[in-house]
Structure formats: C-alpha cells, structure tokens
C-alpha cells in the first residue's frame, strides 16, 4: 500500500487545490492510497481537509493529524524547523503504523507533475545485481534557488558549489582570506609540552578563526563571482563534487536519474526501509530536517538516494514580503541545449 503525507499550517495552505489536483492526477493509477495531512487545528486546515476529500481519486481514504501548532512570524529559523519537523515526524509516524509500503512525501508548495509518481516507483525498482532495489529514495528535483540534488558530507550537507580559489578573488579579501587559513593551519598542527593548555589555547584559536573564515567565506560568495561558468570553472581548477543540481550535473535534464548525496522531501518516495528510519529524534532545528533525515537517518544506515531532473516540479514559493512566486520548471525544447533543466519565475495565478 502507497501512502501520500503533506504537511501544511494554515500559512501554507495558498497553493492547495492546485497541490490536490496534481496529487490526484499523478496517483491516479492507484485505487488504494491513503493520503495523511499533518496540520494545525485552524478552520482554514479543515477546510483544506474537506477539499482534499472531494477532490482526490475515489476510493482513496483520507486522515488528518492535527497537532496544536502556534506559528510565528519568521520562516527558516530554528522555531519553523522544529514546527515543520513535528508536522512531518507526525505524518511519517502515522505512515508507518498502517503498515505502508511505499511514502510519497509531497510539501504543500511543490507541484509535481503528471508523470512524477510513476517515476518514482520506477527508480525504486530499479534493480542491483542481487535483484534488491538500488535506491531506497527517489526526488524529484524542484528549484529552491537552484535545482535540489547534489553532493555533500556529513560535515558539510550540501558542498560548496565554488570554492574561493574558484572564484575572482578582490586582492584585499584574498590576502583576508589567506592569512585567517595561515592562522587555522598553524592553530591544527600546535605542538607544546604542556598538552593540556596547548589543546585550550588551540581550541580557543580554532573557535576565533573558525568564526571569522565562516564570516570571510560568505562574503566570497556573495561579493566574489565564479571564475567563468561551470565549463570553465571544471576546466580551469578540476572537475570536483559540487553541492548543487546546476553545478554537480550541469546540462542535465530531460531522460535523466542520477545518484545524490542529499535531497529535500518536496516530491520524494521512500521505500518502506527509508519510512522506517524517517524520524526527526535528536533533530534541533539547526540545519533543514530533510537534511537531517539524509545525513543522520539514511546515510549511516547505508541507503541511496535518486535525484530526478526527469520530472522537475513547480515551487510556489511565498517570499518574506509576503508575494508569492511560482518557478515553473521545465525542459528546453530547442537547440543545443534541448532537454536541459529550465525555470521560469512569475507570479502565482491561482486557477
């Protein structure tokens, strides 16, 4: 039995009859599905419940958890994880006591597409050499500022798409730069008689300059431009593996499945071993909890994950001064580059 959760406070809930109506649309090859909606107790998470109702294949039974959420004013901070941690964990638990077989996970602002389900399942029948299934999570790529999917390490979830030395460096934050690394290397090889105060002296040293690297590197980024596009940047310094989709698998797209170190549950299908392991236990809000599942749940437990670009959704994204953004992905028709990954922003027309 396929199970199908989302997770949305009344906030969220902009986009619903148009995430329903893909829902149904993409599952519609299935005649017995269980849709689990994780919510608040507001009118407006009712009214989204009886909608679902009337609009999802018949047959399909629908639940609604519905926790006693108090939503603040800011997203992306370490109370909205927690919240949207708890929403998920609710959802992935109840998944879990009926038994499902296979959970679909779809984020109340991700639209997949037609096809998007089926994909899914398909990757996670795709066979190893002993006939067991290859990847235990299958995710459709969205655009999040740019396409999910990637590589990364458990120190690092999603790698740096362009080290400094990639980049066109100003010579002042260069020589910055250079002399804050000088301090961090000769701090990691301190050597002293006294062990003791020299590991304090060199964990203080550490912390500091740690600090100050973090700060100097994030105006890299946003000051500092690569060095050339990603062609000339992999031709220039070396082909390495880059954080996100745009850079780790540049001109990919259409016909496309490829492995990933992490992936967002937006449009995600966990077999029933990735289900079982879904729980946000330890999780602090610091970092996304889709990120906490893929490197404190999954990793360690030897599961793979497929990033799908075949099958890109829509993100209807709403922004801090309250518009809301559709990115509308899609593939290029034309020229060189058809079947490649594209996104178009506008406005959001609800229809």
Not at 3 to 11: D, G, Q
Not at 96 to 107: M, P
Not at 137 to 155: D, E, K, M, R, V
Not at 192 to 201: A, I, N, V
Request: aromatic share 10%; hydrophobic share 35%.
């Amino acid at each position: 039995m396929i199970s199908i959760v989302t997770a949305a406070t009344k906030s969220y809930l902009y986009c619903w009859p148009q995430l329903i109506r893909a829902i149904a649309t993409a599952g519609s090859h299935h005649n017995d599905c269980h849709f689990i909606f994780a919510t608040d107790k507001s009118e407006e998470s009712k009214e989204a419940e009886n909608f679902a109702k009337g609009h999802l294949p018949e047959g399909w039974k629908v639940t609604a958890i519905r926790l006693p959420i108090t939503e603040d004013a800011k997203d992306y901070k370490e109370s909205a994880q927690i919240r949207i941690a708890q929403l998920q964990g609710a959802a992935f638990e109840f998944a879990r006591r009926i038994k499902s077989d296979l959970c679909w996970s779809v984020e109340s602002d991700t639209i997949p597409t037609a096809n998007s389900l089926r994909v899914l399942e398909w990757t996670l029948q795709m066979p190893d050499a002993d006939g067991q299934s290859y990847y235990d999570i299958a995710a459709a790529t969205y655009q999040n500022g740019l396409f999910l999917g990637g590589f990364g390490t458990p120190q690092n979830a999603i790698a740096e798409d362009f080290l400094p030395h990639e980049r066109k460096l100003k010579p002042r934050i260069k020589l910055v730069h250079d002399k804050c690394k000088e301090r961090i290397d000769a701090a990691s090889h301190m050597i002293h008689k006294d062990f003791t105060h020299d590991q304090e002296k060199r964990k203080a040293i550490l912390d500091k300059e740690g600090n100050r690297m973090a700060r100097i590197r994030e105006r890299i980024k946003k000051s500092c431009p690569p060095d050339g596009n990603i062609w000339e940047v992999n031709a220039k310094h070396g082909w390495r593996r880059r954080g996100w989709m745009d850079f780790a698998y540049p001109g990919i797209g259409e016909g496309a499945i490829v492995p990933s170190d992490w992936c967002g549950l937006g449009c995600t299908l966990l077999s029933k071993k990735a289900l079982q392991l879904a729980d946000f236990n330890g999780y602090e809000g610091k970092g996304t909890q889709d990120l906490f599942l893929c490197w404190h749940r999954w990793h360690p437990a030897g599961l793979k994950i497929a990033c799908i670009p075949h099958c890109p959704c829509d993100h209807i994204k709403k922004q801090s001064d309250g518009k809301i953004v559709h990115y509308r992905s899609f593939h290029e028709q034309v020229g060189e580059c058809k079947g490649h990954l594209r996104v178009k922003a506008q406005p959001f027309i609800s229809l």
